[in-house]
């Protein structure tokens, strides 16, 4: 139980198109869901939170306008990455709040803009 | 602030021996701990937490971890460790809001 997946795995895109990122809750209804962003060999930053029926909340420092989220159901949450340009090449990575204090994660998605 | 450190990049123990993987906390009120691990190019797989209860709390893959509140750490450990042991290990802590906020996180690599 407790599976949350997430596509695609990998996506090469050319500066200034924009990305869409899936994360779904295979086995369990998620009100909340979460948006972290990895870069090599650094530990996870905390974008955004995600509660189904409404706004994101972003962290400070996160441009809302350049990351896009919508969580429509309670157990899809996406990440559009707008007029992405190189800078935004980086392992992002969707969890799932299962009970109220444990996070599960999905596999992440390495995106690399050219 | 709240936060998690793991004062250690690198950890390197031999096939079989015992680990240890440091996590110290500073928290305001009582701290809700995490440790999950990472493998490469991979999400995060959730091993243990501590909430309450028992300072010593066992987890996945036979890792186990000791909540010390008068030290405030939150060690990783495992009485015998398997090459398929090495990875990336980050240990949390629960803030406002559900979030969780990672320490750096430490490389642990299993020698046969």
């Known amino acids: 139980g407790a599976v949350v997946s997430q596509h695609p795995s990998w996506v090469i895109c050319k500066s200034g198109t924009s990305v869409k990122i899936e994360c779904r809750s295979l086995?369990?209804?998620?009100?909340?869901m979460f948006w972290y962003r990895q870069f090599p060999k650094q530990s996870l930053m905390l974008m955004a939170t995600?509660?189904?029926?409404?706004?994101?909340?972003?962290e400070q420092g996160v441009e809302k306008d350049k990351f896009l989220i919508n969580h429509a159901s309670l157990t899809l949450s996406t990440l559009t990455v707008t007029s992405a340009h190189p800078e935004d090449s980086s392992f992002y990575i969707c969890?799932?709040?299962?009970?109220?204090?444990?996070?599960?994660f999905g596999p992440g998605t390495r995106l690399l803009v050219l | 602030a709240q936060s998690v450190a793991q004062p250690e990049d690198q950890v390197n123990v031999a096939e079989g021996n015992p680990l240890t993987v440091k996590c110290t906390y500073s928290?305001?009120?009582?701290?809700?701990l995490f440790w999950y691990v990472q493998y490469p190019n991979r999400g995060l797989q959730f091993l243990l937490k501590?909430?309450?209860?028992?300072?010593l709390v066992k987890g996945s893959y036979g890792f186990e971890a000791e909540f010390n509140k008068s030290q405030t750490s939150f060690h990783l450990k495992k009485p015998s460790a398997l090459v398929s042991d090495s990875a990336l290990y980050f240990c949390?802590?629960?803030?406002?809001?559900?979030?969780?906020?990672f320490g750096a996180g430490t490389i642990l690599r299993v020698k046969s």
């Open positions: 969890s799932a709040r299962v009970f109220q204090e444990t996070q599960y």
């Open positions: 928290v305001s009120g009582n701290p809700y």
């Open positions: 501590y909430i309450t209860g028992d300072n």
């Open positions: 995600s509660n189904e029926g409404s706004k994101a909340t972003y």
């Open positions: 949390a802590v629960r803030i406002y809001g559900n979030k969780l906020v």
């Open positions: 086995d369990f209804q998620a009100t909340t």
